[in-house]
DNA sequence: TCTATTATTCGATAACATTCGAACTATATA
DNA sequence: TATATAGTTCGAATGTTATCGAATAATAGA
């Protein structure tokens, strides 16, 4: 992975606000191991209405929010898809394990 | 450690000079176990003259380096002694373990 | 098809970042 | 003490980012 790809990832995680979306979603998706499911995440590993969620817990403008879950797509942090109304999102696995090899 | 220290950890290395810059002195600084110590880092860990080699191999002012050592330092990534007319940088074993814990 | 809910896009603005060159400070050495 | 080398600080230019509200688009359900 090219530097300029790390640095981007890095830039995506660089605003407050930006990390705390991406831990909500880090977290809900982490499922431990022996551990119950949460609500948000059947199946595991994704957690349903994220962009609503976000906007119900933070401090932001709708638009605000939109914007941040772009940054952080764009930057292969995460992925979401549609699902009806709301959307999907999913923590992209290669994306951190090229952070955690970066720094082995 | 503060998701506010988070991002500003992230935010030093969102930069891709800035990253680069800390790459160099990540990698001098990891002399490999059982393999040889390199020439900058006698007693292992940490760069000789780190500013001067920079400025040396990026294309950028001397006052913009500056900048970004400064950044780096704020941060909490490296530390640097002054030693004689030139610097002497160490990475901040204790901020990249962080970064580790973060995505565990 | 109408309406409510959900999310995106647009345009504006304020704040912050990157970068430079010039002027300055600190240290070593002749 | 004069000079060379190394690094910092300052002010300015330019570019980027965060944020909002308003307008718009997409979807579900009545």
Aim: a positive charge; one cysteine or more.
């Amino acid at each position: 992975m090219k530097l300029s790809n790390y640095s981007k990832i890095f830039k995506a995680l660089s605003n407050e606000q930006r990390l705390n979306i991406f831990m909500m979603v880090y977290k809900q998706c982490c499922v431990p191991k022996g551990g119950k499911e949460s609500s948000c995440c059947p199946g595991g590993g994704s957690v349903r209405g994220a962009f609503t969620k976000t906007c119900g817990c933070m401090d932001l403008s709708k638009s605000t929010i939109s914007h941040h879950f772009k940054e952080l797509q764009n930057a292969g942090l995460i992925t979401c898809e549609r699902e009806g109304q709301t959307f999907r999102c999913r923590i992209n696995e290669e994306a951190v394990d090229s952070i955690k090899k970066f720094f082995e």
